[in-house]
C-alpha cells in the first residue's frame, strides 16, 4: 500500500461526512412523507417516493467517497476490515465501530431495495427499519471520530440533523396509519394460541377458555 | 341394509350418542366393495357440500395429477356460518363415515396424512372426533394417519385457505390466489380440502356406488344433502333431504311456518329469498334466477311478524367484524355497508340518498377482496334491497314496517364481543 | 408520436392483503386505476387494459412505484 496522505484527503474525508450526514438526513424525512402518505394533491406521493430513492442514491455516493478517503489516506490507519468490522480499528476504536455499524446497515437497508422485487415484501420491511438505528448510529460516529462535530458549524450541523430525524421519528409514530399497516395486527384472527387439545383428554369448557364465550347468541 | 331411494343416508342408524367403529361397520355394510373409487366418485356428480359448487371429482382430478409424496387430505369441519349445524350434528352422530370418507379420498389421491379440522369452541365434537380416532388408530396402524387440529372459531376460519394457513402458521387468516387452478400446500405438500359432509357422501359412494348414490335427487344435483333449518321453526334442526326437493316440503319437514315473509338461503353470505316463492326445488340450478344458492345448507326462515331490514343489517355489522381485516375493500367497506343499513333503519341523513350511496359502494366492493367474504355480504345486501323492497321504501318514508315493532329477531346472530372493535380509525 | 401496437394477454392485478392503500398506483397509472372512497385502488379490466403498449408501460410504472409491491402484471391464458 503505498503511502498516500495529503491534508485534501483529510478534508475530503472531514466535508463527505458532514455531507452525507446531512443527506441522510434528507432522506428520512422523505421517508416519513411517503410512510404518512403525505401528497396527492399538489406534489404526487410517487414523486415522494421517487425523491426519497434518489436522494439515497446521491447519499450512498457520498458515502462511498467518505468511506474510500478515509481508507486510502495513510495517515489514519485505518483499514478495509475496521471499515466493516466493529471494534478492529487501531485508531479511535469506538467511533470507527460506529461507522461500521452505520456502514453495514445501510448496506443491508440498501441492497434489500435493490432486490426489492425478488425478495418478500415483510422481508424487505423488517430490513428497512434499521436505517433508523443506521442513523442513530452514524450521529454517534459523528460525534466520536468527527473533529468538526465538537464545536461551531459541525456540531450546529449534527444537532440540527439530530433533530429533524427525531422529530420525523416521532410524527411517524404518531402518523402510522393504524388504518392501513396496522390492520392485520387489529384483526381477531391472528396469533391464536396453540390448541389444547390433548389425546385422551376430555375437553372442558375451561381449556377454550374465552373462545366459547364468543358463541353466546341472543 | 341401505335401501337406496330412502332417506336417512347420512343419519342412518343414528342413536343419541356417536356410532362405534363397530356399530359403524354394522350400519353401513356393503355387499361389494366398489370396483374403481374414483370413477365412481366421476359419475356420482357430487358437488361439494361446504357451499361451494364444484365437483368433487374435479377437485379429486387435480389432486392426483400432483406430483408429491406429501399429499394431504383436509376435512373442513370448521362451520364458521352461525346458522349451520349440520357437519357438528353428523360428528356427533356418526363421525367415522366422515373418517371413512376421508380415507377414501386419501388413497384416491395417495396422500399418508389426514387433518381434521373441527372448531375447538364445541369440545364436545372435538372429544367425538378423538374418540373416533382413537378407535381407528387401535384398530389398524396402517393406512393415512388422523391428526386432529382445533382452530377457534371464526366466520373466515372455514374458508380454504384460512384454514390451510392455520394448519401452516397458527393463524386463521385468509391468503391471496394468485391461480386458483394451483392447488393449496402444507409445508410442501398439496392439500385436498373438502368439508366434512362431502367426505361422509364420498364414503357412501365408495361403498355402494355412484348409481346407488343417484337415485336420490336430480341429474344434475345428485344426492342428499343435510339442511340447518333455523328461524321462524319449532326447534332448530337438522334435516337430510334430497336435492331438488321443494322448499316448502322441507320447511314442513321442519315444522317451520308455512307462511313466511322471506327465507335466507344459503348463510349469512347468501340471499333472501322471497317467502311466495316456497314452490323452487332446492337445487342450485332452480334457486339461481332468484340470486340464490344452496350454499352450506342453511336455511333461515323469517316470519311475517319479522323485519327483513333489522335482520339483514344485524347480520351486516357482525359479519363486518368478522372481517380479517387484511384487504381494503372488506376492513373498510363492510363497516361502511352496516352504517348505511342502520341509517336506513333510522334515517338522520337524506335515505334516497343513502340508499344511492348503499348500491354504489356495493358495486364498489365486489370481487376486490382476497376471500369471497366481502361478496357474500353484498349478495345479502343486495337481495335484502330487492326482496324487501316495499318494507326499506315504508323506513325511508320516516314510518315503520309491519315487523319492526317486534322484539324478538328469527335471525340468531352472535353478540358482538366489543362494539368499539367495528367501526376503528 | 408513439405507434400503438397491440399487446393482447396481459392484465395488471393487485394482491389485496399486501395493498395498504398508498395511491402511488392511481397516480402513476391514472387511467387503468381509480381509487375507492379508502384509498383503495380499483383495477378497470373492461375492456382488455392493457391493450396498447402505452398502458402496458403505465401498468410497469405502477407496479415498479408500489411501496408495497402489490401489483403484478400478470399473463391471461384465454386472451
Known amino acids: 500500500m503505498i503511502a498516500l496522505t495529503s491534508p485534501y484527503l483529510w478534508y475530503t474525508t472531514r466535508a463527505t461526512g458532514i455531507v452525507t450526514l446531512i443527506l441522510f438526513t434528507i432522506v428520512v424525512a422523505l421517508g416519513t412523507f411517503v410512510a404518512n402518505r403525505i401528497g396527492g394533491t399538489y406534489v404526487g406521493r410517487f414523486e415522494l417516493n421517487e425523491l426519497h430513492r434518489s436522494v439515497s442514491m446521491v447519499a450512498i455516493v457520498f458515502l462511498a467517497f467518505h468511506v474510500v478517503t478515509t481508507i486510502v489516506d495513510s495517515y489514519v490507519p485505518t483499514g478495509v476490515l475496521s471499515i466493516f468490522v466493529p471494534m478492529t480499528s487501531s485508531y479511535k476504536r469506538l467511533a470507527i465501530t460506529f461507522g461500521a455499524v452505520a456502514l453495514d446497515l445501510i448496506l443491508a437497508v440498501w441492497i434489500s431495495s435493490l432486490l426489492k422485487v425478488r425478495i418478500a415484501n415483510r422481508s424487505w420491511r423488517f430490513i428497512h427499519w434499521f436505517s433508523w438505528l443506521a442513523f442513530v448510529a452514524a450521529v454517534v460516529h459523528a460525534l466520536l471520530a468527527g473533529t468538526d462535530s465538537r464545536s461551531g458549524l459541525g456540531l450546529a450541523a449534527v444537532i440540527a440533523c439530530s433533530a429533524v430525524v427525531a422529530a420525523a421519528a416521532f410524527w411517524r409514530y404518531l402518523g402510522r396509519p393504524t388504518r392501513a399497516a396496522g390492520r392485520t395486527a387489529l384483526s381477531p384472527l391472528v396469533a391464536a394460541p396453540e390448541p389444547e387439545v390433548r389425546p385422551g383428554v376430555r375437553p372442558t369448557p375451561s381449556t377454550t377458555g374465552a373462545a366459547a364465550k364468543r358463541r353466546t347468541r341472543r | 341394509m341401505m335401501e337406496s331411494s330412502t332417506l336417512p343416508r347420512l343419519l342412518h342408524g343414528a342413536t343419541g350418542r356417536p356410532l362405534t367403529l363397530q356399530q359403524h361397520e354394522v350400519a353401513f355394510a356393503a355387499n361389494s366393495p366398489v370396483a374403481n373409487l374414483f370413477e365412481e366418485l366421476q359419475s356420482s356428480g357430487l358437488t361439494g357440500r361446504g357451499g361451494g359448487t364444484f365437483a368433487t371429482s374435479k377437485k379429486v382430478a387435480l389432486l392426483r395429477s400432483q406430483r408429491s409424496h406429501h399429499k394431504y387430505v383436509v376435512v373442513n369441519a370448521m362451520e364458521g356460518e352461525p346458522a349451520a349445524h349440520k357437519d357438528q350434528t353428523l360428528l356427533s352422530s356418526n363421525p367415522h363415515l366422515v373418517l371413512d370418507g376421508a380415507e377414501f379420498l386419501a ?262 377482496g382476497a376471500c369471497r367474504h366481502p361478496d357474500g355480504v353484498v349478495r345479502l345486501v343486495r337481495s335484502a334491497l330487492d326482496v324487501f323492497r316495499e318494507d326499506i321504501a315504508l323506513h325511508v318514508a320516516g314510518s315503520h314496517c309491519a315487523g319492526s315493532r317486534s322484539q324478538g329477531h328469527f335471525v340468531k346472530v352472535p353478540t358482538l364481543e366489543r362494539e368499539d372493535e367495528l367501526i376503528w380509525q | 408520436m408513439a405507434i400503438k401496437r397491440k399487446v393482447g394477454g396481459f392484465v395488471l392485478r393487485v394482491n389485496p392483503i399486501l395493498c395498504d392503500g398508498f395511491g402511488h398506483c392511481h397516480e402513476l397509472a391514472p387511467e387503468l386505476v381509480k381509487v375507492d372512497e379508502w384509498g383503495y385502488p380499483i383495477i378497470k379490466t373492461q375492456p382488455s387494459a392493457l391493450a396498447d403498449l402505452g398502458a402496458l408501460e403505465s401498468a410497469r410504472y405502477a407496479v415498479r412505484g408500489c411501496p408495497r409491491q402489490a401489483l403484478r402484471i400478470e399473463r391471461v391464458a384465454d386472451l
Open chain 2, 107 to 368: 388413497s384416491m389421491i395417495g396422500a399418508k396424512e389426514i387433518a381434521v379440522c373441527v372448531s375447538r369452541d364445541n369440545p364436545t365434537v372435538v372429544h367425538h372426533v378423538q374418540q373416533a380416532i382413537h378407535e381407528r388408530t387401535r384398530r389398524s396402524e396402517r393406512g393415512a394417519r388422523f391428526q386432529l387440529h382445533a382452530p377457534p372459531w371464526r366466520y373466515v376460519a372455514g374458508e380454504e385457505s384460512a384454514l390451510i394457513h392455520w394448519l401452516n402458521d397458527n393463524e386463521s387468516l385468509p391468503q391471496y390466489r394468485a391461480n386458483k387452478a394451483e392447488p393449496l400446500r402444507i409445508g410442501r405438500g398439496p392439500a385436498l380440502v373438502n368439508n366434512a359432509e362431502t367426505c361422509a357422501h364420498v364414503a357412501l359412494i365408495g361403498r355402494f356406488g355412484s348409481s346407488w348414490f343417484r337415485q336420490l335427487g336430480t341429474d344434475e344435483s345428485t344426492g342428499s344433502t343435510l339442511v340447518s333449518l333455523s328461524g321462524a321453526v319449532q326447534r332448530p334442526s337438522v334435516l337430510e333431504v334430497p336435492l331438488g326437493t321443494s322448499l316448502r316440503t322441507i320447511l314442513e319437514a321442519g315444522h317451520a311456518d308455512p307462511n313466511p315473509q322471506a327465507l335466507l338461503t344459503g348463510g349469512y353470505g347468501g340471499a333472501w329469498l322471497a317467502g311466495t316463492h316456497l314452490d323452487v326445488a332446492y337445487t342450485n340450478a332452480a334457486l339461481a334466477p332468484y340470486g340464490a344458492t344452496v350454499g352450506a345448507g342453511i336455511l333461515i326462515v323469517v316470519g311475517q311478524s319479522g323485519c327483513g331490514l333489522t335482520e339483514t343489517q344485524r347480520i351486516v355489522k357482525w359479519m363486518a367484524n368478522e372481517s380479517a381485516r387484511q384487504c381494503g375493500p372488506c376492513a373498510f367497506g363492510l363497516p361502511a355497508l352496516a352504517e348505511d343499513l342502520t341509517q336506513l333503519l333510522r334515517p338522520t341523513r337524506d335515505p334516497q340518498a343513502v340508499h344511492r350511496e348503499l348500491v354504489e359502494r356495493c358495486n364498489v366492493i365486489e370481487g376486490r
